[in-house]
């Protein structure tokens, strides 16, 4: 599959789109759209390429990775996907974006399938593997693409970094544990899509990562 990065203004939030050429199934994870450049982004993107929408992956429901949630459900008509133990923060998105001062309207969101360690969801002939990483978020997920070689992180792993875990939910030791039982076991070839900031490479940050070697 091919992966294609937006980068959005809230928080600097990756949103990524998988999509299979041959098919043109796709998948969006992590919609941070919160103005309308930005949903005009996606959706430009979605149209030249003649694209079919059908799923919203999120790797956790923190604010800046559902915010344009509305938005995608809404023009493509897509099922959202997360884990059951982030359906608390889907319940509170709109009060999470008043506690960061975001004023723009935010809804809460409801999860239409609960995401499960193990599985595999098919987007076309490609499929990414759910790898449930808590410590950011009790739901947090990574989504695996073994065949061409990139993991989607969320805000579990970053370049020379690790997500916080001072928000609701949050946990030192079990993100620590998440990331080296989850990610630290795949390929050291395999890139990294965070949820925000640069790629890397799974090798990279067992090497040079400070918060794991």
């Known amino acids: 599959m091919k992966i294609v990065k937006f980068g959005f203004s809230l928080f600097g939030i990756n949103t990524y789109l998988v999509y299979d050429p041959d098919t043109k199934k796709c998948a969006v994870i992590d919609p941070g759209m919160i103005v309308k450049e930005e949903e005009d982004a996606l959706a430009n993107f979605i149209s030249r390429n003649d694209l079919e929408v059908v799923a919203i992956i999120d790797t956790h429901l923190h604010v800046d990775h559902a915010v344009g949630i509305g938005y995608v459900k809404g023009k493509y008509n897509a099922p959202l996907m997360a884990h059951k133990d982030d359906e608390f923060l ?3 998105v709109r009060e999470q974006a008043q506690a960061f001062g975001i004023r723009e309207k935010v809804d809460n969101v409801v999860i239409d399938h609960y995401l499960t360690p193990g599985e ?3 987007i076309g002939d490609g499929e990414l593997k759910v790898i449930h990483v808590p410590g950011h978020s009790p739901g ?3 989504l695996y693409d073994k065949k061409d070689g990139f993991v989607i992180t969320g ?7 690790i997500g916080r875990t001072d928000l609701p939910g ?6 620590l544990r998440s ?7 795949l390929p ?3 890139v990294v899509y965070p949820g925000h ?3 890397t490479t799974i090798g990279q940050e067992k090497a040079s990562n400070p918060y794991l070697v």
């Open 155 to 161: 805000d579990a792993l970053f370049a020379g970094s």
């Open 140 to 142: 947090s997920v990574a």
């Open 197 to 199: 900031g640069p790629a």
């Open 188 to 190: 050291d070839s395999t």
């Open 170 to 175: 949050g946990d030192t030791r079990t993100l």
């Open 179 to 185: 990331i080296k039982d989850g990610l630290l076991t």
């Open 120 to 122: 595999e969801i098919k």
């Open 90 to 92: 889907g319940e509170r």
